[in-house]
């Protein structure tokens, strides 16, 4: 009878183990492990064809040595700072819209809202390279039709990146507004019937309790977005590529790290052991400014 129990005893202590057996392997195939190769190619010379060259660290020092990697990475900071603001106050509006009580079809306006994102990369390439035109684009001609002078969208380094801002904050803002009801939708009714009934206006509800208890969403959002701007690839790679097949746009000025990794590992250049180290030095800049972000954002709510 004992040993039928510590025999029970011990299935109950592996069952477990048992169970989250396959998220590791497949975590490990799928994830640790090509972490780990890329590290290793970062520390050599290859062109995916030749057997790799170790040269160890000489890969990282031409990388801190390389003006275009670290323009990209201001590219992408730039890109952030012109992004981020608005794109949380636009989500944030859209988001107080829908979930509000008097708002009619709201589950038809919130799949509309999520469309754009679901859009792909080469349908985004091919109707904003049309719509961006510089001599027949539809914008430059409405433009002019509005009394304005026609805009040099892809062959101006300004330009190009308005361009891409606006392009990225209309696809992405639909999604973040969806992080942004889902939280709207955990806060207690019963706050916003006392406040009404203490006579707070709509904005005062929404400066004093959706603001304050909508905090962990937004630092999630924030966060999230400041990862997802740093990785920034499709919106420039297929608006270029698609319309002048030109990397980095305008002198560069669209140029962003992930773009830079792909021309270099990828293109006809095929330096996959300094490709390797780029995308090894945006992961560092990636995971030291979102811990950064995220320490500041929750030692504010600590205060």
Do not use: C
């Given at each position: 009878?004992?040993?039928?129990?510590?025999?029970?005893?011990?299935?109950?202590?592996?069952?477990?183990?048992?169970?989250?057996?396959?998220?590791?392997?497949?975590?490990?195939?799928f994830s640790l492990f090509p972490i780990i190769y890329t590290f290793y190619i970062s520390l050599t010379n290859w062109t995916g064809i030749t057997k790799p060259d170790f040269v160890g660290?000489?890969?990282?020092?031409?990388?801190?040595?390389?003006?275009?990697?670290?323009?990209?990475?201001?590219?992408?900071?730039?890109?952030?700072?012109?992004?981020?603001?608005?794109?949380?106050?636009?989500?944030?509006l859209i988001a107080l819209l829908l979930n509000h009580k008097l708002m009619v079809w709201k589950k038809g306006f919130r799949i509309l809202s999520f469309l754009p994102y679901l859009t792909?990369?080469?349908?985004?390439?091919?109707?904003?390279?049309?719509?961006?035109?510089?001599?027949?684009?539809?914008?430059?001609?409405?433009?002019?039709?509005?009394?304005?002078?026609?805009?040099?969208?892809?062959?101006?380094?300004?330009?190009?990146?308005?361009?891409?801002?606006?392009?990225?904050?209309?696809?992405?803002?639909?999604?973040?507004?969806?992080?942004?009801?889902?939280?709207?939708?955990?806060?207690?009714?019963?706050?916003?019937?006392?406040?009404?009934?203490?006579?707070?206006?709509?904005?005062?509800?929404?400066?004093?309790?959706?603001?304050?208890?909508?905090?962990?969403?937004?630092?999630?959002?924030?966060?999230?977005?400041?990862?997802?701007?740093?990785?920034?690839?499709?919106?420039?790679?297929?608006?270029?590529?698609?319309?002048?097949?030109?990397?980095?746009?305008?002198?560069?000025?669209?140029?962003?790290?992930?773009?830079?990794?792909?021309?270099?590992?990828?293109?006809?250049?095929?330096?996959?052991?300094?490709?390797?180290?780029?995308?090894?030095?945006?992961?560092?800049?990636?995971?030291?400014?979102?811990?950064?972000?995220?320490?500041?954002?929750?030692?504010?709510?600590?205060?």
């Open positions: 009878m004992k040993k039928r129990y510590m025999s029970y005893r011990k299935k109950q202590q592996i069952a477990p183990y048992f169970f989250v057996t396959p998220y590791f392997l497949v975590f490990i195939m660290i000489a890969n990282y020092l031409m990388l801190f040595k390389d003006k275009r990697f670290w323009h990209a990475l201001v590219n992408n900071l730039q890109f952030v700072v012109m992004i981020l603001p608005i794109q949380l106050s636009i989500s944030f792909t990369p080469v349908a985004l390439g091919v109707i904003f390279g049309i719509l961006f035109d510089s001599h027949m684009g539809q914008i430059n001609v409405l433009l002019e039709q509005l009394g304005g002078s026609a805009i040099a969208w892809t062959t101006k380094p300004w330009p190009a990146k308005i361009m891409i801002v606006l392009i990225t904050i209309w696809r992405y803002a639909g999604y973040t507004s969806i992080l942004f009801m889902a939280g709207m939708t955990n806060i207690d009714p019963q706050l916003y019937e006392a406040s009404e009934i203490d006579g707070a206006s709509f904005w005062q509800q929404v400066r004093n309790i959706t603001i304050p208890l909508l905090r962990p969403i937004t630092v999630f959002v924030i966060v999230t977005n400041l990862i997802g701007n740093f990785q920034m690839f499709e919106e420039p790679y297929m608006i270029f590529t698609a319309t002048a097949n030109m990397v980095g746009g305008p002198d560069d000025s669209v140029l962003t790290g992930v773009w830079y990794f792909y021309d270099t590992a990828f293109s006809n250049q095929l330096r996959f052991g300094y490709g390797a180290a780029i995308g090894v030095g945006m992961f560092f800049v990636i995971a030291v400014l979102s811990l950064t972000a995220n320490k500041v954002m929750q030692k504010g709510e600590k205060k």
